[in-house]
């Protein structure tokens, strides 16, 4: 078991297989249904891959297709999954602050092995909306990481706040537009977690001429009770 905070994603179309996994909680999603599960996952790294050891017997191997990157507080590697499909293994070295945010969303587009985008958003305690939100991004375009100065992520939500559409603008040096990606959700699954809200999404993802699938993860803190 890897000592490391690790948070895996994975989309692999092919399968109908999606999911995230912590070292203690798992949810998948098989052809759209979402199951959750709240044991032990075993992780093990190594140099450049990870096995993991999910619930019913799915077991992962992860290996890294990119050197990792910066997501504000956690860096990112672009995996392969053995057998078919992307992932992306997040090693957490500065766990969110929830007393200083109010919500995070963490997406990632994942379109081949060349092509990927993956962006971390934290929303300070007490802004008024997304245009207050840290945003990180990365994009690998025919397997050259490109740096991206400047990330808008927009959401439509639907009645209770859960993710439907989403967009991204990834502004890059000496480009005058922005690139953009436009998913939609194909599947998803809400949880309770220790104070936190959590809206799960599988998505399908379009930029440029590229398809391709992914999760997107939005986690609001929950309202303090008002004193009595």
Not at 64 to 83: I, K, T, W, Y
Request: charged content about 25%; overall charge negative; hydrophobic content about 40%.
């Amino acid at each position: 078991m890897s000592e490391a905070a690790l948070a895996l994603s994975f989309a692999d179309p092919g399968r109908g297989l999606y999911g995230t996994a912590r070292s203690d909680f798992a949810l998948l999603f098989d052809h759209g249904k979402a199951r959750s599960f709240d044991e032990t996952i075993s992780i093990e790294a190594s140099d450049k891959s990870w096995t993991a050891q999910l619930p019913e017997g799915l077991d992962l191997a992860f290996t890294r297709l990119a050197s990792p990157v910066e997501l504000g507080g956690m860096r990112g590697n672009f995996c392969s999954l053995a057998g078919g499909g992307l992932g992306v293994v997040a090693d957490i070295h500065d766990p969110p602050r929830w007393q200083e945010l109010d919500a995070t969303r963490y997406v990632c587009a994942l379109f081949d092995p060349s092509n990927a985008v993956i962006a971390f958003a934290r929303r300070p305690a007490g802004a008024m909306g997304h245009g207050e939100e840290l945003v990180v991004a990365h994009m690998w375009s025919d397997g050259e990481l490109k740096g991206v100065e400047d990330a808008r992520l927009s959401t439509i939500y639907d009645g209770e706040g859960r993710p439907r559409q989403a967009s991204m603008e990834l502004w890059l040096p000496g480009e005058d537009f922005p690139r953009r990606a436009f998913g939609t959700v194909t599947a998803g699954a809400s949880l309770a977690l220790e104070g936190l809200d959590v809206h799960e999404a599988v998505m399908e993802w379009r930029m440029d001429s590229h398809s391709g699938a992914g999760l997107y993860e939005l986690t609001v803190r929950e309202p303090t009770p008002a004193a009595a």
